[in-house]
T-cell receptor, first 116, second 113 residues
Framework: GAGVSQSPSNKVTEKGKDVELRCDPI?????LYWYRQRLGQGLEFLIY????????KSGLPSDRFSAERTGESVSTLTIQRTQQEDSAVYLC??????????????FGPGTRLTVL | AQSVTQLGSHVSVSEGALVLLRCNYS??????LFWYVQYPNQGLQLLLK??????LVKGINGFEAEFKKSETSFHLTKPSAHMSDAAEYFC???????????FGPGTSLSVIP
């Protein structure tokens, strides 16, 4: 079956513009994560959606970042007034877990964001 | 809150030599532990995971990891390195009651012919 897909694969934008990144999780996966990976660095947790529960937004770096998820399907990560420091690969992952983070995460290919 | 450290951001081994990538965790409750691998220009994929069953966990491509509670460690090993093992390796921890998975900073493995 299809894996996690993300679009666009690459996004170049000017400082101050808003961008929207999309993630399509694997069908039936109740959990969805967004991570940021700066060049040569590890994965930085941003936000976590689990079913109909309130999302865990504890990793969002500022109020310029927001994310939404419709039910158990598509999620969008929005970055307003982009800054050069936002340049990174944004990764989405989904998993089937319903009771805690014990299940395998399946990662998308990422969106490479470059802010000029 | 849980956290993960990985000793050594870069590790180089000769082809055929032992691979040892270190991971230590911090958690107030029994953790679930994962190793993910990111091959060049590819997405992350799971290597193996520990979920409170056997302490020695075997994964794909000949890798294994041992959970040692007394040392709060979950080191990744492979007896004989292949060139194809060159990649970025991430250790991650999760706690049931918190759900989210926290990743370590990663270790870049180079294999020298």
């Amino acid at each position: 079956g299809a894996g996690v897909s993300q679009s666009p694969s690459n996004k170049v934008t000017e400082k101050g513009k808003d961008v929207e990144l999309r993630c399509d999780p694997i069908s039936g996966h109740t959990a969805l994560y967004w991570y940021r990976q700066r060049l040569g660095q590890g994965l930085e947790f941003l936000i976590y959606f689990q079913g109909n529960s309130a999302p865990d937004k504890s990793g969002l770096p500022s109020d310029r970042f927001s994310a939404e998820r419709t039910g158990e399907s598509v999620s969008t990560l929005t970055i307003q007034r982009t800054q050069q420091e936002d340049s990174a690969v944004y990764l989405c992952a989904s998993s089937i877990t319903t009771s805690g983070g014990t299940d395998t995460q399946y990662f998308g290919p990422g969106t490479r964001l470059t802010v000029l | 809150a849980q956290s993960v450290t990985q000793l050594g951001s870069h590790v180089s081994v000769s082809e055929g030599a032992l691979v040892l990538l270190r991971c230590n965790y911090s958690s107030s409750v029994p953790p679930y532990l994962f190793w993910y691998v990111q091959y060049p220009n590819q997405g992350l994929q799971l290597l193996l995971k520990y979920t409170s069953a056997a302490t020695l966990v075997k994964g794909i491509n000949g890798f294994e990891a041992e959970f040692k509670k007394s040392e709060t460690s979950f080191h990744l090993t492979k007896p004989s390195a292949h060139m194809s093992d060159a990649a970025e390796y991430f250790c991650a921890v999760s706690v049931v009651s918190y759900d989210k998975v926290i990743f370590g900073p990663g270790t870049s493995l180079s294999v020298i012919p």
